[in-house]
């Protein structure tokens, strides 16, 4: 992109940032930061989903666990396929699996 339209390495990353619904590069680096914990624990296998409706249940704030809107972003393929599963079709021991990790 620089080469093609002449813009300074900066500038590049600022267009390359704003056609991403980022306001400049310097939000891309730290949204970035912000989400290295959520990614992380992601990563390890760490993340707990809870249904809003069951949650408010269960939750005491004492208690370790960290409401993370951003953690949503990299389960949600998972989710997606858990919830798809969850239907009539699938049987037995495919009803209770465990998606494949994607960074496999």
Known sequence: M???TGLSH???????AKQNRFA???HV???????RISESAYKTGLVVGYDIKNAMDN??????FVDDFRAFHFC???IFDWYR???DEAEGDE???IPNDPTE
């Open 2 to 4: 620089k080469r093609s």
């Open 10 to 16: 900066h500038e590049a990353f600022d267009q390359i």
């Open 24 to 26: 400049s590069w310097r």
């Open 29 to 35: 680096v730290a949204e970035a930061k912000l989400n």
């Open 59 to 64: 939750w005491s704030s004492d208690e370790s």
């Open 76 to 78: 949600e393929g998972d």
């Open 85 to 87: 599963r969850s239907d």
């Open 95 to 97: 009803r209770n699996a």
